[in-house]
């Protein structure tokens, strides 16, 4: 029902910078807090960093603190993923989710519409 669409990854060389984007046309998810995640071939869906609806909260996983920034721009209804210093270990598909209210905001079983992922590839 609602088609959550991520943009912007692409390969970049480690040190480097890039930003994703997360939308949903002819949707709105300004009332709901959100989330970006990441799957590495072989490995588990992991929890890289969350928003809440007004953007006054902001949540990260210990392994990408202090290198991406999460934010959002409810005007625009369009989430964003701010990933600098990327490390190779950071090369994964990143997924934009919808968080469920009153949901855990820091695993996946918290989300219920998610994105068919973006590609992010970080060259050592």
């Known amino acids: 029902q609602v088609q959550l669409v991520e943009s912007g990854g692409g390969l970049v060389q480690a040190g480097g910078s890039l930003r994703l984007s997360c939308a949903a046309p002819?949707?709105?998810?300004?009332?709901?807090?959100m989330g970006w995640f990441r799957q590495a071939p072989g490995k588990e869906r992991e929890f890289v960093a969350a928003?809440?609806?007004?953007?006054?909260?902001?949540y990260y996983s210990d392994s990408v603190k202090g290198r991406f920034t999460i934010s959002r721009d409810n005007a625009k209804n369009t989430v964003y993923l701010q990933m600098n210093s990327l490390k190779p270990e950071d090369t994964a598909v990143y997924y934009c989710?919808?968080?469920?209210?009153?949901?855990?905001?820091?695993?996946?079983?918290?989300?219920?519409?998610w994105g068919q992922g973006t590609q992010v590839t970080v060259s050592s």
């Open positions: 989710a919808v968080h469920r209210v009153g949901a855990t905001m820091t695993s996946s079983e918290g989300y219920a519409y």
């Open positions: 928003v809440s609806w007004s953007g006054g909260n902001l």
């Open positions: 002819g949707r709105t998810f300004s009332t709901y807090a």
